[in-house]
């Protein structure tokens, strides 16, 4: 059960000392509080978990603090929907909104390799009106000789030279708890140029210490990318972990799934998932054509199929594209291969432009009945 509160409510409020004494002797139950910070207001949360069936919803309702009860079901507490469409969607980030409702491109390096390329990278999204991109600094690799990614060393360039072109928002995979740190040490000496989304690679969707670990802090959010082997609905419990630590700042990204029925793509692209994961959840969904696709090549008509798959996430409504861009890929350590060049940023962007306009016009015309 899931007690929302009068918006900014005060902790120390008669109301709110009177809802929770009487919550706290409910047999059987356990009560989590969870803050959720909104652009124009402050929402807590308290969800009661445990033997609530025999609770009456009525008599909690009326509980001074309390502004209404939604009966949720045991699948994603936390991230789920719940049948109940007035609940808060979304957050808001270093500037930057995140919703099942906005678009952003987050197009960056798959690996740092080096200052001039990151440099070089960002300017041209700056160029076009970027405040997001993807740089990875930690790599999980299949092959243990593979390079590893520059690590903690390369984040202060890294940063500073976000801050520079204006970047807002990198999303960076991080491997092992201790790169959470190792981020926030570096942002906090050079004074906070720029904000990171911690990433949660496919291969470690299922850590669950990760997971609890990034959710256990509140300065990050988060981006869980899709088990490459394993069900949707393992990935969003994957997902849920981190919300259920205290951190629902959280998005989900679609990033195909391994099998020989994709080939000749790296990975079956998944983005028919796209709504799935919206109307089961309130997280603002990725898509990620270029792990999905994992070449250059292109079809009769020119596009590549990055561009093809990118064009199928956003017309069912993606809210994120994560997608590797290289201005040297010969140079690239990692995933040159299937990078796009600074010279398609426009066009990649006008063709995102163009398919989110058309997912607007379809919204329309299924409005309309
Ligand atoms: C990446 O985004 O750099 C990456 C390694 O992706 P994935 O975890 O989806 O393979
Ligand atoms: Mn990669």
């Known amino acids: 059960m899931l007690l929302i509160l009068h918006p900014d409510i005060d902790e120390s409020a008669e109301d709110y000392r009177k809802t929770c004494d009487f919550l706290r002797a409910l047999p059987r139950i356990e ?7 909104g652009q124009q207001q402050r929402l807590t949360e308290i969800y009661l978990l445990g033997d609530t069936h025999a609770l009456d919803k009525d008599e ?11 009966r949720i079901s045991e699948e994603y507490r936390m991230l789920g929907r719940h049948k109940d469409e007035k609940r808060q969607a979304g957050f808001e980030y270093n500037g930057v909104t995140f919703s099942q409702d906005t678009l952003h491109v987050m197009a960056g390096l798959c690996a740092v390799d080096n200052p001039q390329n990151v ?3 960002l300017r041209a999204l700056q160029q076009h009106g970027q405040v997001c991109t993807r740089m990875g600094a930690y790599k999980p690799r299949t092959n243990p000789y593979a390079f590893q990614g520059h690590g903690a060393k390369c984040l202060p360039w890294v940063f500073e ?6 970047i807002r928002v990198i999303a960076m995979e991080v491997t092992h708890e201790s790169h959470i740190e190792e981020i926030d040490t570096a942002l906090e000496k050079l004074g906070r140029p720029t904000g990171v989304m911690l990433q949660v690679g496919t291969r470690n969707t299922q850590n669950f210490e990760l997971l609890k670990a990034i959710g256990r802090q509140q300065t990050y959010p988060a981006m869980l990318k899709r088990g490459f082997g394993i069900s949707l609905n393992e990935s969003l419990n994957a997902a849920e972990y981190l919300a259920s630590e205290g951190n629902s700042r959280v998005i989900f990204c679609l990033r195909g799934m391994k099998g020989d029925s994709g080939a000749p793509h790296r990975n079956m692209v998944d983005f028919a998932h796209v709504p799935v994961i919206k109307r089961l959840t309130r997280m603002p969904v990725c898509v990620d054509p270029s792990h999905s696709v994992g070449s250059r090549e292109a079809a009769p008509d020119r596009i590549l199929d990055v561009v093809h798959a990118t064009a199928q996430g956003v017309i069912s409504g993606a809210n994120l594209v994560l997608v590797d861009f290289h201005p040297q890929p010969r140079e690239a350590l990692v995933d040159g291969p299937q990078a796009l060049l600074l ?16 997912y607007e ?3 329309r015309i299924w409005d309309a009945c």
């Open 31 to 37: 009560m989590r509080t969870h803050v959720v910070q």
């Open 60 to 70: 909690i309702e009326a509980l001074p603090a309390v502004e209404r009860v939604v």
């Open 119 to 121: 440099e070089t990278m």
């Open 161 to 166: 030279l976000a801050g520079k072109h204006g």
């Open 343 to 358: 010279d398609e940023l426009p066009r990649y962007l006008d063709d995102i432009a163009a398919c989110r306009e058309t």
């Open 361 to 363: 016009r379809r919204r």
